[in-house]
C-alpha cells in the first residue's frame, strides 16, 4: 500500500491522535497469519513516510531518529493495510514480514509467556541476532 498524494497523507496524518510526545503506537501484524509481530513507535514524519512508500518507518525513542525496519538487518516490513483504532491513538500496519521481526531473532516479539511465576521464551530463535544487527541488540 503507498499513498502517493501529499494532500491525502496529510489529511489522513491530522486524524491521528499523537501523544505529547508527538508519537502514536504501532503494532505490526503479519498479514498472513494475523499473528501479532511487534509494537513500535512512529512520529508524523514516519507515518508519513510509511505510507508514501510502502515500506514501515519507526521512530526510536532511544536513538531520537527514524528507524528504516530492517535497514541494518535486512529484515524488512511491506505494508498491505493500515487501521487506526477509535480513539485514533494506535496503528495496526497490515504487513509482509521479510525474514524475523524481532530483534532476538523470534518470528514475533510477542515470544514470551508467563509461566510458574517468570516469563519463558515460547517461540524459537530462528535467527542468530549477531548476524542481524553484529552485536545482538
Known sequence: ????????RSALLDQ???????????IAQDHRTNAVLMLAWMD????DETLKTGQVVYYSRSRKSLWRKGETSGQT?????????CDRDAVLLSILQE??????GRMSCFSWQARGGEWQATAPVMTDPNSLYGDGK
Open 1 to 8: 500500500m503507498q499513498i502517493d498524494d501529499p494532500q491525502i
Open 16 to 26: 491521528v491522535s499523537f501523544d505529547d510526545q508527538g508519537l502514536v503506537a504501532a
Open 44 to 47: 508524523r514524519e514516519a507515518l
Open 77 to 85: 516490513q511491506t505494508l498491505i493495510d493500515v487501521h487506526l483504532d
Open 99 to 104: 525474514g524475523v521481526a524481532c530483534h532476538t
